[in-house]
């Protein structure tokens, strides 16, 4: 792809279409080579009272300051949790961008979407990038919109499940209505489940547990970076029709048995 | 006197700045960010601000997460 084909969130220009996240790696030290391996320029934190009993390392030490730093509100049961979090990750200093996260089902770990709208106006309001996740519910995702959000990032599968695509369709109609960068955050268990959704014409995925689990994670931010890289040159090319009977590739004139007595 | 933090009662000598407590604790003010009682003070603050009796005071730093 010679044009340059970046992705615009609030007002930052990303090359990469790879977020990941940090958590469930055995050591922070292993970031840098996640991030430089994947080539993902935005990586997700999270907020966390730290423990007086012991000293703690600083993530922050490990995330090379050329990177977004994406805080998530995860803990948040409701709006009001949500908007504390977000004031307070932007209180310490790494930017203003704020991936909402609102959840009370600790079973299937699904995002409240009322209140994550809610905790979008209210952020968005005060100056906040909001990337909220949601469920892929067309109307929320509208709702979201009216709210002032910089992206919507569905789910394509409960969180650290790694079932990969079960959305599929719900995220493809959202792809098709919604005006803002569809980011498919979730589920994701392989490379070629975040190619697919690139394909489909998904802005960017966020990957996390299927890289931190991986039996080398290093080699799997790669893959991962190269199927997103794939599937977004796929979607730009545009993939051919789908037709439900066989359409052939060769010629069917000039066979060898053509006019033989 | 006796204040929350993270959740916990701690007893804590009066007068104290929230500098001195961090610093007492071995805590950088640069790694954390800090609320207290549902207020984000200005780090520039930490050393006029003193704690009071029943002060609710959070103390947070960024982990890893998705």
Known sequence: MDMKDGLRIGNVELESRLFTGTGKYGADSLIPEIIKASGSQVITVALRRIDMASAENNILDNIP??????PNTSGARNAEEAVRIAKLARAAGCGNWIKIEVISDNKYLLPDGYETVRATEILAK????????????LMVARALVNAGAATVMPLGAPIGSNRGLQTRELIRILIDEIDLPIVVD???GAPSQACE???????ACLVNTAIAGASDPV?????????VKAGREAYLAGLGAISMQGIASSPLTGFLHENEH | M?????????NIPGPTSLADFLSAKGIHADGVVIELNQDIPEKSAYTEIL?????????LRFVGGG
């Open chain 1, 65 to 70: 300051k050329n990177i977004r730093l994406l």
């Open chain 1, 126 to 137: 005060d100056g906040f990038v909001v990337l909220p996740y949601i469920s892929p519910d």
């Open chain 1, 186 to 188: 979730a589920g994701i």
């Open chain 1, 197 to 203: 959704a690139m394909e489909m014409g998904a802005a």
């Open chain 1, 219 to 227: 080699s799997m931010a790669k893959a991962f970076g190269q199927a």
């Open chain 2, 2 to 10: 006796l204040i929350t933090v993270n959740g916990n009662p701690e």
């Open chain 2, 51 to 59: 704690l009071h009796e029943n002060d609710k005071l959070e103390i």
